[in-house]
């Protein structure tokens, strides 16, 4: 059974870099895409991207300029980084497995990012 | 960018009710890139359905999906006290992947 664990800052200033780390266990790394999503408070869920464990990533065009991904095929763990963040950066962002390039069937378990002043 | 477009926005419904929640993409979306999650409050989405129709491991059969072309749906057949919760449909048909708005069905 995979488990995905994430972990990374939780309270940012304006301008400052967001760094969160997922790290998966119990499972095959190489056989699927990863990806980050986020939800700000009381709202929808937003796919940021994903990446594979060769480092072929996919960005949502709302955010590319922003975001990176990258791997560490070593550890089976991947990363995000969105810089520079404002306060509608604010939410819970997860990190999840991506299934047949389809569907999340394993998630994290969610790190709420706030960016104020 | 495929626009998911759920509703209603809420349901209110008693357990032992049905439940039905409608999910209407702006494009096309193939069947085998549809997917339902339920979340509960402070959890991470749990994937329902796959494929349009295909119940997740563990997902009760008190739980179908159903639909193809724009529009789909997913529903409880016998409302759970455990099934109250929003609902997201997802689509990776085209890039980007989007989700919908989500329903939330609550206890009436």
């Known amino acids: 059974q995979v488990q995905l664990q994430q972990w990374g800052a939780g309270l940012l200033k304006p301008s400052e870099t967001l760094s969160l780390t997922c790290a998966v266990y119990?499972?095959?790394?190489?056989?699927?895409?990863w990806s980050w999503i986020r939800q700000p408070p009381g709202k929808g869920l937003e796919w940021i991207g994903e990446?594979?464990?060769?480092?072929?990533?996919t960005y949502n065009p709302s955010l590319t300029s922003r975001v990176t991904m990258s791997v560490d095929t070593s550890k089976n763990q991947f990363s995000l980084r969105v810089t520079p963040v404002t306060a509608a950066d604010t939410a819970v962002y997860y990190c999840a497995r991506l299934v047949g390039v389809a569907n999340f069937d394993s998630w994290g378990q969610g790190t709420l990012v706030t960016v104020s002043s | 960018e495929i626009v998911l477009t759920q509703s209603p926005g809420t349901l209110s419904l008693s357990p032992g009710k049905r439940a039905t929640l409608s999910c209407r993409a702006s494009q096309s979306v193939s069947n085998t890139y549809l997917a339902w999650y339920q979340q509960k409050p402070g959890q991470a989405p749990r994937l329902l359905i796959y494929g349009a129709s295909h119940r997740a491991t563990g997902i009760p059969d008190r739980f179908s999906g159903s639909g193809s072309g724009t529009d789909f749906t997913l529903t409880i057949s016998r409302l759970e006290p455990e099934d109250f919760a929003v609902y997201y449909c997802q689509q990776y048909g085209s890039s980007p992947l989007t989700f919908g708005g989500g329903t939330k069905v609550e206890i009436k």
């Open positions: 119990g499972g095959s790394f190489s056989g699927y895409y």
């Open positions: 990446i594979n464990h060769s480092g072929r990533t």
